[in-house]
């Protein structure tokens, strides 16, 4: 199938259009041999019988300012994720399982592009995002028809209860919408000149606080060295796999292991860090608290 990155969005479009239209048996068909044989000429004819539909919804966002061709890719990867997940024995049509793939994915990829800083990633922003305007202009004809006025503030109440969605919510997106993206960039009023990015504070590390944190980390590195030599042989290699290990062994591998079974092996596990965290607290007493209680 060839997708908006190896064409032009009209080759694409033409393509679609000259894909054949297929029948409830043969799609039916097509997506049972996907399902059970991983048959990839199935799925390339059923994804590309289909993506006249994806096209078609593609259309709708362009308002949005996104490239067409973008939106073509992204309703694209919506139509592959529904053939995927298809059930093609619930008695539902493809193209209307698929319709809500494709419409969830083009949807995340305007929010994500749009503006970052202006809109958001929950279920009431993005229904605020992609209908408040259509809601309000049909609240605003509603009423030029009828010959009454609306405040502000009871517009917003209107919106809300219409989408079910916070007042706060309609307010937050209301001044999104209304703003204009800001470069960090551009240069503050005044004779300084300096760019709004420099007023930003540094939210890394102080140099102080990196050097005492590489110096506390040390200091609690040596503890638990020395409070792991206190463990036997059998418990260093439980805790070694249960605590160090990128992927910690479960109980049942390490009692396959040792010969014993699930609960022993916890067992152990308990006893050993309780001895480590004895020897913290004995050797290092409260200045190790903390640690030792991690244990």
Not at 37 to 50: G, N
Not at 60 to 85: C, F, H, T
Not at 206 to 214: A, G, N, S
Request: with cysteine; aromatic share 6%; hydrophobic share 40%.
């Amino acid at each position: 199938m060839a997708t908006a990155s190896s064409v032009s969005p009209g080759d694409v479009a033409r393509q679609a259009m000259s894909a054949e239209l297929l029948d409830a048996a043969t799609e039916h068909a097509l997506a049972c041999r996907w399902r059970d044989e991983r048959d990839e000429a199935a799925l390339h004819r059923l994804v590309t019988a289909y993506m006249r539909l994806a096209i078609s919804m593609a259309a709708k966002y362009r308002r949005y300012g996104a490239p067409m061709s973008d939106l073509i890719q992204e309703a694209s990867v919506g139509l592959m994720k529904a053939a995927s997940k298809f059930d093609p024995d619930r008695g539902v049509r493809f193209s209307t399982y698929a319709v809500w793939w494709i419409k969830a994915s083009i949807q995340d990829y305007v929010m994500r592009n749009w503006s970052l800083v202006r809109t958001g990633s929950t279920s009431s922003q993005k229904s605020l995002f992609f209908n408040m305007r259509r809601v309000r202009a049909r609240i605003e004809a509603e009423l030029a028809h009828d010959g009454g006025e609306v405040t502000p503030a009871d517009m917003r109440r209107e919106i809300a209860e219409e989408l079910g969605v916070p007042l706060r919510d309609v307010e937050m997106m209301e001044a999104r919408l209304a703003g204009a993206d800001f470069s960090l960039n551009a240069q503050q009023a005044g004779e300084d000149g300096r760019e709004w990015v420099e007023t930003l504070e540094d939210e890394a590390p102080r140099p102080d606080e990196v050097v005492t944190r590489r110096r506390d980390l040390g200091t609690a590195r040596g503890w638990l060295n020395d409070a792991f030599t206190a463990l036997t042989p059998r418990e260093r290699m439980i805790i070694g796999a249960r605590k160090l290990a990128d992927e910690p062994e479960t109980l049942e591998s390490l009692g396959e292991k040792l010969g014993l079974s699930k609960e022993r092996v916890r067992q152990l596990e308990a006893q050993a860090l309780r001895k480590m965290r004895a020897r913290l607290e004995s050797a290092h007493g409260g200045a190790v608290g903390e640690l030792a209680a991690t244990l």
